[in-house]
């Protein structure tokens, strides 16, 4: 059975740092992508980064780029997403989803329960 869960997340200021993890079972991690997405109230869910496991690559969103991190701990089965000079309005709960390959283009198919991240002085 196929599982993501998402932890790490809670309150922070702005400016402040925070590490999500994706902790994966029933799959293993070297055979698929793993995409992290947030969604803000009132707003579409949007990816904020992928990591393949062709050759490691990840991309990200422009509003996370330079501030935001994603690797991935194979032998551990998880995922992480590093945060760093978090703003307000990246308050959003975030999720973890499994790619239905190993690249990030071909899409996804299992998701997390998510995690809420709160952004605010």
């Known amino acids: 059975q196929v599982q993501l869960v998402e932890s790490g997340g809670g309150l922070v200021q702005p400016g402040g740092s925070l590490r999500l993890s994706c902790a994966a079972s029933?799959?293993?991690?070297?055979?698929?992508?793993i995409h992290w997405f947030r969604q803000a109230p009132g707003k579409e869910r949007e990816e904020v980064s992928c990591?393949?496991?062709?050759?490691?690559?990840?991309r990200y969103a422009d509003s996370v780029k330079g501030r935001f991190t994603i690797s991935r701990d194979n032998a551990k089965n998880t995922v992480y997403l590093q945060m760093n000079s978090l703003k307000p309005e990246d308050t959003a709960v975030y999720y973890c989803?499994?790619?239905?390959?190993?690249?990030?283009?071909?899409?996804?198919?299992?998701w997390g329960q998510g995690t809420q991240v709160t952004v605010s002085s």
């Open positions: 989803a499994k790619g239905i390959t190993v690249g990030c283009d071909d899409g996804y198919n299992y």
């Open positions: 029933g799959f293993t991690l070297d055979y698929y992508a």
């Open positions: 990591i393949s496991n062709t050759d490691g690559s990840t």
